[in-house]
């Protein structure tokens, strides 16, 4: 089953959603919202994230049961959250937050984007990250000075495609395809979606696309072609991009 | 040049800016309550390319090799500072957003990277990193259900919950009221098994290691009660495979400075709670004399390391 982290707002994954569970057979889909995170059910073992049981729809999942998820989501908000006390929302919107940001990371299933960053839809870059990181690869970009006291102007989007795995859906020049494609690999996500100008430079990417038939038929053939490939704590195993500081004192106590 | 940007009186930036001052290193300190009179202008594809104006001075981003970013939210500090000015709240809004974004793209060693300190915003995503790094974790549940979180705490004795994500929350053992409120709950709950023993905060700044023991009768010994569970802390070495461990903790979360909650079980394990990635570390290092503010002064100096 397909699990579309979204909210009860989201009219688009409702769509997916209803889209995918027309077909006949069980179910293919399900919507997990912000209310779902409020209702007993959730059982989920730290050291067991193939194990317990979760809520989507109201029901009681078992996890096992995922075959992979979508994330439609930077965050829980506290406005989503009616049904909570006024003075409770932003702390429960928080927690809620941080228990995705842990599960969907760890999940052993296609993941859609996992959490990254900070944002639940990873890996939580800004449009200027994108820009630099489209440019460093040998793309053309939209070039912009940032200033805090002035917005910049972007551009018009003439183009926009989006990456699902290897495949581009959306029409675009090849060179814009390659641009998504060697980002969405370079950043280690399956899902971007980016937006070129009139003379073709990137101008946006982000990874949260909107959500037409064709893109969840293309989320459904990227999950079933990686069922077995759990990427989920790969990238811990290997050195942060991040610049960390490398000075030369012996480690050890110094009491 | 050495920034440091966020409160000039917070404990740790005061010490490091007169720990470097010592040195004959003067830091520009953007100071948040300076916030309205400063401004940020560079060029995406090179951050190096712009200036950095507050009060009188213009600083060519160029010129800066380290920062040191311990800030609160500035549209805060300006409403603490009795500033309500709605325009005045947006500039500081867009301003902490700018020099946040240049944070991330300046070739500037920067301590620490705003999106590396993100893991702190989910214990148990954080708890997984942690286990990566070689550290024993506690059994951990997470669970909206009044029946699982019982189970557990039979099947641990004594079991502890405290928040999942960022916003601090104390410590506190599982009694039958805490289950009650899951049973009602609107909020997923993290609940974790208990683990006696000496509690040790360690320091880690670049490749230098600082630890010290914590103890209290307190089950968290941030918020004492009484004078038992007031904290007594003290010096302590760590065996070096534990040491080696921090700092690789430290490196896998993409931070050169971490403050890494430890626990040495009566029972022999070393457990890893969390590393805080803007450690509030002048608590420890007075009573101590520990030289973390030294080290870190090092470490802004001479980023080439």
Not at chain 1, 29 to 45: C, I, N, Q, V, Y
Not at chain 2, 50 to 75: H, M, N, Q
Request: glycine residues 8%; charged residues 20%; negative net charge.
């Amino acid at each position: 089953m397909l699990l579309i982290v979204g909210g009860s707002y989201d009219a688009e994954a409702r769509s997916a959603v209803a889209h995918l569970n027309r077909r006949p057979g069980p179910q293919r889909a399900a919507l997990l919202d912000a209310a779902d995170l409020s209702r007993p059910g959730w059982r989920l073992l730290a050291n067991d994230p193939h194990g317990g049981s979760l809520v989507a729809e109201g029901k009681v999942l078992p996890v096992s049961d995922l075959t992979g998820v979508l994330v439609r989501r930077l965050a829980v908000y506290p406005e989503e959250l009616q049904h909570v006390h006024a003075d409770d929302r932003a702390y429960v919107a928080s927690e809620m937050t941080a228990l995705l940001a842990w599960w969907l990371r760890v999940l052993p299933v296609p993941v859609l984007n996992r959490p990254a960053g900070g944002i639940l839809c990873g890996p939580g870059r800004r449009p200027e990250q994108w820009r630099v990181a489209a440019r460093d690869l040998g793309f053309p970009v939209v070039l912009l000075r940032r200033e805090a006291t002035r917005p910049p102007v972007l551009p018009a989007i003439h183009t926009e495609i989006v990456a699902v795995g290897e495949e581009i859906v959306g029409e675009a020049l090849q060179t814009q395809a390659d641009c998504v494609l060697a980002l969405s690999r370079e950043a280690n996500v399956p899902l971007l979606y980016a937006g070129f100008d009139e003379f073709g430079a990137l101008v946006m990417a982000h990874s949260l696309p909107r959500l037409s038939v064709d893109l969840i038929e293309a989320v459904e053939r990227y999950v079933e072609l990686n069922r077995e490939s759990d990427q989920s704590l790969a990238e811990w195993s290997t050195s942060p991009t991040t610049r960390v500081a490398s000075n030369c004192v012996p480690a050890g106590a110094q009491p | 040049m050495i920034l440091v940007w966020g409160i000039s009186e917070d404990g740790p930036v005061r010490a490091v800016r007169e720990a470097l001052a010592r040195e004959g290193e003067a830091p520009l300190m953007l100071d948040q309550f300076d916030v309205a009179q400063s401004d940020l202008s560079f060029a995406e594809t090179d951050a190096s390319d712009g200036w950095l104006t507050f009060g009188d001075k213009c600083i060519e981003l160029s010129s800066i090799t380290t920062v040191y970013p311990r800030p609160y939210e500035s549209a805060r500090v300006l409403k603490a500072a009795g500033e309500v000015d709605f325009e005045a709240a947006q500039h500081a809004a867009k301003f902490d957003d700018t020099l946040l974004l240049w944070l991330e793209l300046t070739p500037a060693l920067v301590v620490n990277v705003p999106s590396a300190m993100t893991s702190n915003g989910s214990k148990p995503l954080q708890s997984a990193m942690i286990a990566a790094a070689g550290f024993d974790v506690p059994d951990t549940l997470l669970t909206t259900d009044a029946q699982a979180a019982a189970e557990f705490r039979d099947r641990h004795g004594r079991v502890i919950y405290k928040s999942i994500g960022g916003v601090r929350s104390r410590v506190s053992l599982l009694e039958e009221q805490a289950l009650g409120r899951i049973a009602n709950g609107a909020s997923p709950l993290q609940l974790q098994e208990y683990i006696p023993g000496t509690d040790l905060r360690v320091h880690v700044v670049g490749n230098e290691v600082f630890a010290c023991t914590i103890e209290s009768e307190a089950v968290d010994y941030r918020y004492p009660s009484t004078q038992p569970e007031e904290p007594r802390i003290k010096a302590c070495s760590l065996p070096a495979m534990i040491s080696d461990r921090c700092i690789a903790l430290t490196r896998l979360l993409g931070l050169s400075l971490a403050g890494i909650d430890l626990r040495r079980g009566n029972d022999g394990r070393w457990v890893c709670f969390e590393a805080n990635p803007s450690p509030g570390y002048t608590f420890y290092e007075q009573a101590t004399g520990a030289g973390i503010t030294a080290a870190l002064a090092r470490l802004l100096r001479s980023p080439e390391n």
